[in-house]
């Protein structure tokens, strides 16, 4: 019985604790990330421009020292208004209904505080 109860804790470590996170690699959360970008279009989204259909994370992609991050996102935003963007000489425009999908991506480093997200300078924000 004692052989018995021996193997059956050692099957359970062996094959039980296989699937144990290691709980030192949280990495930022698409939680985190919806709510930078919700806060990015925040005057849009409050003069009812567009809304956000959907923001979800894609990939991930952490560094070998583990003190950097990168998370890959994609969103949709469906236009309310007619809405009209010059960018680099070419005119867009949108009408009501009309569905956009964007990609992008946060980076983050590890800091004392947690995980903070970096600007396009490598800056804390």
Sequence with gaps: MKKFTLILISMFF???????????SNVPSEASAREFYI??????LDDGQYKINYFRKTNGE??????????????????????????????????????KKITGQYRYKLT??????????????
């Design 62 to 99: 952490e560094s070998a020292d583990k003190k950097s991050y990168t998370l890959y996102y994609e969103a949709e935003i469906e236009f309310l208004k007619a809405m009209k963007y010059t960018f680099m000489f070419q005119t867009i425009e949108y009408k009501p209904g009309d569905k």
């Design 14 to 24: 062996l094959f039980g604790c296989s699937n144990i996170k290691d709980l030192t």
């Design 112 to 125: 004392e505080n947690g995980w903070r997200m970096l600007n396009d300078y490598g800056q804390i924000i």
């Design 39 to 44: 806060k990015g279009g925040q005057a849009a």
